[in-house]
Structures are given as C-alpha cells and as structure tokens.
C-alpha cells in the first residue's frame, strides 16, 4: 500500500457556543443586582444604549396570576447517593472547610429580609456567657478565660497547655481540667486542639464516638488522601457503614468558632414577587425596583446615522445596534424564562404557600424542565442567585427543589417538611424526657413518613438541632436561668 500525502474534504456538524451564547447563558444565572451591574456597563460601553422606562404591551413579561389549583403529585426523588470524594476532609485546621450541606430552617424559622445583617455576639462573648454555671470556682473560671483568650478565631487553642501552665504558674493538671471545661461550652468542638479532637468533641457529643469512629478519626491522613479500602479494614466495617460513618464526620463542623464573630451578612433583595389574588390566584411579578430598563437611542442613532459617510463607521454603527437589540432580547428572554420557571414552582408548591412548609413537596429541576419544555440546565441556571418573597418569608428557589421521604399515602413528604416536623417535636419536648432519635423515628412513622434513624439525626443535625444530650443540658440551664 502506498503511502502519501492527499487532501480530504469532510462535512460535520457541530454546536459551537458564540460569545453571544456564552453570554446570554450569564445573564440567565446573574440576579436582579448582577443585572443592574451587567447593564450598566453595556450602558457605558454602547452609546446607543439609554436607562428608561419600557411601555409594556400585550405578552410582556412582567407578571403572571396563575390560577389556584393543587399541585400534580410528584415522585419521591429519594435521598442522594453519598459522594465519596478524595477532598472530602481538609487534614488541617486551618485550611478551607469541608462538607457541602446546609442548614436548612422552617418557614418559622427564617428571618425576615429586614431581619438579615443584623451583628451577633463573639466566640469570646458567647463562651464566657456560659462559664457562670458550669464553672466550679472563680479560679477555675479566671483560667477557663484565659484560655477562651488563646483561641482562635476558628475556636482552636494554638499555644500549648504546658506553657498555659507555665504563664499562669498553676499545675498543669489545673490547666488542663480548665480547657476540658471549655471544651464542654458551646458550640462543641471549640478548646480542640487540631482536627482530630475536633471531630472527637463532636462525636462524644452526638453519642457517635464508637472505636471505629475513633479510629477514623484517628487516621484523618488517610481519609485526606483517598485511601479508603484501607481505613474500612483498619475500622472493621462494610462498604454501607462507611459511608455512613463518613457521612456523619461530614456532617460535622471543622471550624466551630467561625459561628460566631459578629460579622454582618449581606442584605438579601428578592428577584420575584408573589402575591395572592382576591380570587385565591397566585400573582407572580420579577421586583422592578432593582430590574434595569434601557432602550436604544433612536434620535442619537439617526444623528450617528447622518454623520457616518464611510464604510468603517457604518460597520461599527450596524455593530453596535446589533448588539443593543441583542441585548435588548437576551434581557427578554431572561425574564420570561424566570417568570415560567417560577410560575411552575408556584404551582407545584401550592401547598407550601397555602398551609406551610408541612406541605411542601418534593420536587427535581427535571420534573420543572420536563413540564415547561426546557432543558434541566437552564432551569438549574434560572434558580441560581435568585430569591423569591411571599407572604411566608424570602426564600431561595433552589429551596423549593427537595429529595423526600416516602409516606403511607404513597404521595410522599419533602425532606424540608421532615425537617419541620423534626424541629417542632424537639422544640416542644419534656425537657425531663428529651427525645431520643430512635423515639423521633418511632413518632414519625406513626405518622406516616417511612424515614430510618440515620436520615432522621442528619435531619435534625442539619437545622443546628443538638443530640439528645445537648439539648438536654442546654434546657436545663434554661431553667436554671
């Protein structure tokens, strides 16, 4: 066969994303605020462009009622599978965090919008708040301070316990049953002195510390590193209960202290609107105080029209205008899209803005998609960033997307509602008989929810709600106040 050079001519197609795309996809994940920033510096880079109001005419976006009407039931979207990453752990304390999970409260429990922001006491502040009642003496107490003094800002004691001693020229052994009652103090974990005794703190707390869960937290380096087959020999456990295991030590915090430092949280403006009609309909607006509007300059276009003689500025001026209509329609479709994807929330959560967050659904960003014929990653960018007002409180979009948990009635309930109902069980518990979680499991399914002990202490943990022991002192020392 012999071998030489030829040309070939091939045909293909392929999507090939413009700038233009490139953008428009931006705009559909920044918020009303990122929107106001984005026009105005299209505004000072086109100067056919001009801020001003736009007359609305007949399928202008702007709002929607959408009529009242029970929600379809939606599939159980079931709890996701645990992500065994190699970074799922930080090996040191004072480098990133880890865990991507978030609390997440009741209806009940948000603050309002004019609540956000607002300055909340120091680690300092908060821990010697409590040394009063568990303090056996005032010099037991003049050393608890001292050390609260050593802490970091993550709530880690840096300096060394035997030079604490040292300083203060008290036995060490004084200093130590000093830090052990710091370590007791809320949150739990602060006193620890690397990671290790961090997690530790927080697994005795929460009834957790068995010896394979010690000897995980032993081998953090492991972990770190992904050397998972390992550490499953060296814990004596199964596939099943390692990722429980992990999933738990996930669940913890690394860093307690940055709880607390008095920092001021930025201030959070809804992108859309919802009302309820005299009819029992949803109204349904995007919030027009931080919507920018602009319009092309027609009289300036005329004028730049008349003065462009040659061929180069009547292609930068044909340029330039292509843009502003680009921009004028990518802005369009934006708000369209987000006013339908809200619009089918709305109607799938009916029960949520009705009656509450018991009522609230599980939900998927495909069954969205699916129902208003887009794809799931335009409905994930339109959720990005965005937050929606009710009567019940602001709340995220993505907070309406939810795994659940399956029920008697085969409907099923969203996780956030077990959650609800978790935190409204353990707020109106007997502080003489404190709710264990197999008892929490026990209540739930006589009520229906099919749910196991695992995903019921991550629920609770989830929200901030301590174990059975927690909760336990901290309503005794309730009462003792």
């Not at 987000?338 to 018991?358: M, N, P, W, Y």
Request: with cysteine; aromatic share 4%; glycine share 8%.
């Amino acid at each position: 066969m012999a071998l030489g050079p030829r040309l070939d001519l091939r045909q293909s197609q392929s999507l090939v994303m413009t700038p233009q795309m490139q953008q428009a996809i931006q705009l559909l994940t920044l918020s009303n605020l990122e929107i106001e920033a984005f026009v105005g510096e299209a505004l000072e880079n086109n100067p056919l462009l001009e801020a001003g109001e736009v007359s609305r005419e007949a399928g202008d976006p702007g709002d929607i009622d959408l009529p009242s009407a029970e929600p379809e039931a939606g599939g159980a979207d079931g709890e996701a599978a645990l992500d065994i990453a190699k970074e799922a752990l930080d090996p040191e304390p004072d480098t990133g965090e880890w865990g991507s999970a978030l609390g997440t409260m009741s209806d009940a429990d948000l603050p309002g919008i004019e609540e956000r922001g607002t300055d909340g006491p120091t680690l300092v502040e908060h821990l010697e708040s409590q040394l009063g009642t568990v303090a056996r003496d005032d010099r037991e107490a003049f050393v608890a301070r001292y050390l609260i003094g050593l802490l970091d800002e993550a709530g880690y004691l840096t300096a060394d316990i035997r030079h604490v001693a040292g300083d203060l020229q008290i036995p060490q052994a004084e200093a130590e049953r000093a830090l052990t009652l710091v370590q007791s103090l809320e949150p739990t974990g602060v006193g620890a002195r690397d990671l290790s005794e961090c997690l530790a703190l927080q697994a005795r707390e929460a009834d957790r510390y068995d010896p394979c869960m010690a000897r995980m937290i032993d081998n953090l380096d492991l972990l770190a590193r992904g050397d998972f087959a390992r550490l499953k020999r060296m814990c004596d456990v199964d596939d099943e209960d390692f990722a429980d295991m992990l999933a738990e030590l996930r669940g913890y915090d690394p860093k307690p202290g940055l709880r607390y430092g008095g920092a001021s949280e930025p201030t959070v403006v809804p992108d859309i609107l919802i009302t309820s009609g005299t009819q029992g309909e949803w109204r349904i607006a995007l919030n027009e105080a931080t919507l920018p509007r602009i319009v092309v300059n027609r009289d300036y276009l005329v004028e730049l029209e008349a003065g462009c003689s040659d061929k180069a500025s009547q292609g930068w001026l044909n340029e330039k205008l292509a843009d502003a209509n680009w921009l004028l329609r990518a802005l369009d479709q934006r708000q369209k899209t987000i006013l339908k994807t809200a619009s089918e929330i709305v109607k799938r959560q009916d029960g949520f803005f009705r009656r509450g967050v018991a009522d609230l659904r599980p939900l998927t960003l495909r069954e969205v998609a699916e129902a208003i014929e887009m794809h799931e990653s335009t409905v994930s960018r339109v959720t990005s960033n965005k937050y929606l007002h009710c009567e019940r409180g602001t709340f995220e979009l993505k907070y309406f997307f939810t795994s659940g948990v399956a029920k008697a009635d085969g409907e099923g309930a969203s996780s956030h509602a077990v959650k609800a109902r978790i935190k409204a069980l353990t707020d109106a518990e007997d502080p003489k008989k404190i709710l264990s979680d197999d008892k929490l499991v026990a209540i739930l399914k006589d009520e229906g929810f099919d749910i196991a002990r695992r995903t019921v202490a991550k629920y609770r943990e989830a929200q901030g709600i301590g174990s059975s022991v927690e909760r336990r002192r901290a309503k005794k020392l309730a009462g003792i106040r």
